[in-house]
Antibody, heavy 117, light 109 residues
Framework: QVTLRESGPAQLKPTQTLTLTCSFSGFSFSFSGMSVTWIRQTPGKALEWLAR???????FYSSSLRTRLTISKDTSRNQVALTMTNMDPVDTATYYC?????????WGQGILVTVSS | EVVLTQSPDFQSVTPKEKVTITCRAS??????LHWYQQKAGQSPRLLVRYASQSQSFSGAPSRFSGSGSGTDFTLTINSLEAEDAATYFCQQSSILPVTFGQGTKLEIK
């Protein structure tokens, strides 16, 4: 059974750094072609792709957020982390970690992150 | 980046109706177009991958089907059920960055 779960702070102040962790089970980065992706959904429901890490440690970032994002994986612990610097109220969203490289077949429950002073 | 435009934005439908949602890409994405369903308070769920490959084996009902290629795609729901009330999104994976449509909200009368 594949599961993913996001963890991290629910609230941040502007300019702070967000660090989210995705803990997953039921699959492994050692599986061929496996990847974990971060996607966020604004309160208005728009979905935005953020970053992806592949099993061979290749990393891909949203071009508009590239300078603020870092994605990393810990294969032994089945975890993926996402760091986003200089948070702003417009970054308020539900952040999802999902399994998949091009198609997303399993999603975490999401974590709502609110940025407010 | 590829802009995906869904239509309609909102539709109110009655059970047993056949529903069609369209997704138009600003440039060709071949068959790299996927459909998701998101019910209120839940995460999105994959319904159709690569335009027409249904996910019935993983729990998506067989009444959902997809078609299209290039720039024009369709999600069809045959014989709508009350549980299909949700927002539906298309997503393309052919051209980075991955992008999503704005969503189509289905209300069941």
């Amino acid at each position: 059974q594949v599961t993913l779960r996001e963890s991290g702070p629910a609230q941040l102040k502007p300019t702070q750094t967000l660090t989210l962790t995705c803990s997953f089970s039921g699959f492994s980065f050692s599986f061929s072609g496996m990847s974990v992706t971060w996607i966020r959904q604004t309160p208005g429901k728009a979905l935005e792709w953020l970053a992806r890490v592949d099993g061979d440690d290749d990393k891909f970032y949203s071009s508009s957020l590239r300078t603020r994002l870092t994605i990393s994986k810990d294969t032994s612990r089945n975890q993926v982390a996402l760091t986003m610097t200089n948070m702003d109220p417009v970054d308020t969203a539900t952040y999802y970690c999902v399994r998949g490289r091009h198609v997303y077949d399993f999603w975490g429950q999401g974590i709502l992150v609110t940025v407010s002073s | 980046e590829v802009v995906l435009t869904q239509s309609p934005d909102f539709q109110s439908v009655t059970p047993k109706e056949k529903v069609t949602i369209t997704c138009r890409a600003s440039q060709s994405v071949d068959s790299g177009l996927h459909w998701y369903q998101q019910k209120a308070g839940q995460s999105p769920r994959l319904l159709v991958r690569y335009a027409s490959q249904s996910q019935s084996f993983s729990g998506a009902p067989s009444r959902f089907s997809g078609s299209g290629s290039g720039t024009d795609f369709t999600l069809t729901i045959n014989s709508l059920e009350a549980e299909d009330a949700a927002t539906y999104f298309c997503q393309q994976s052919s051209i980075l960055p991955v992008t999503f449509g704005q969503g189509t909200k289905l209300e069941i009368k």
